[in-house]
């Protein structure tokens, strides 16, 4: 490594997930064995990416593993993993890139696509990401599927708007009509935070309304004029932007729904759910 690169070190390992490499293993192997019977068979796909929960891997470990398991199946030689993550802490720029040319995990080290930097227009600001644990969380979870040589792209989004989440798909897909990359692409997010089942589950089917059908204002209207705090709705609206930019006939698949409560009882919750953004195969 040149002396001037930079390797971002993981900010929430031990906390979010184990920081000893075989008890993290141990933990996502647990996981998979649970989930298993419940993995979707959805045929033929394209598959463009999916949103995925970013809270601790014991609450919504359970719910993330599908989306790895179908990413698995239809996207085992990407190139780079796209993460783009909500900004939690509000620091660095309203879109922005990561200063870091590695990021690392217990499970090793992972280099940051810089190849789509000079193509982005986007600040590249360690403040936006050097203690976001949205985008860190989904690097273990990468590492233990995929034993490939692949990159990631973690992308910080504090600005969410319909507005910004076209021009980021746009500029995205646009480097890589110059770079040629397969791209895979996550939308870190949790749903509603810290309220009862029954009213998550409301607030929750609003913005999921939406979301079925590709209408990326009407998911800001939900939750910007409802107050529904599912915090990385940017990021999702990114992915359904990019859903319609690829196919004619972008398709939307949950695969697995639920909550906080159902590892911890609590009168109020978190509610987790993971799926994929898709089109069938013959949609090209």
């Known amino acids: 490594m040149k002396a001037t690169e930079k390797t971002r070190k993981p900010a929430v390992s031990g906390r979010f997930y184990p920081s000893d490499p075989e008890e993290l293993r141990k ?22 990416g999916g949103i995925v929960p970013h809270a601790g891997y014991v609450y919504s470990g359970h719910h993330a593993i599908h989306f790895f398991e179908m990413a698995r199946r239809y996207t085992p030689d990407f190139d780079t993993a796209v993460i783009f993550c909500p900004n939690h802490g509000g620091w660095g720029p309203g879109v922005s890139l990561d200063n870091s040319s590695y990021w690392s995990s217990p499970l090793g080290k992972v280099e940051v696509d810089r190849d789509f930097y000079p193509y982005l227009d986007l600040e590249a600001s360690g403040e936006a990401h050097e203690f976001e644990h949205s985008a860190e969380v989904m690097l273990p979870m990468l590492q233990y599927f ?18 910004q989440a076209t021009t980021l798909s746009l500029k995205l897909l646009s480097a890589n009509k110059r770079l040629e990359k397969k791209l895979l692409f996550i939308a870190s997010t949790d749903f509603s935070h810290y309220v009862s089942v029954d009213s998550g589950k409301a607030f929750d089917d609003r913005v999921l309304e939406k979301i079925r059908k590709f209408d990326i204002k009407g998911v800001c209207h939900e939750v910007e004029e409802k107050n529904i705090s599912v915090c990385g709705y940017g990021p999702i609206m990114t992915l359904l932007s990019l859903g319609k930019l690829l196919y004619a006939h972008p398709e939307f698949q949950i695969l697995r729904r639920g909550h906080s409560g159902e590892v911890i009882p609590s ?13 069938k195969a013959m949609d090209v």
């Open 267 to 279: 009168d109020e919750v978190v509610h987790y759910l993971s799926a994929i953004v898709y089109s």
């Open 146 to 163: 995929f034993s490939h040589d692949f990159k990631i792209l973690p992308v910080s989004i504090w600005d969410q708007t319909p507005e």
């Open 27 to 48: 933990l996502i192997r647990e996981l998979y064995r649970r989930e298993t019977s419940r993995f979707k068979e959805l045929g033929d796909i394209n598959l463009v």
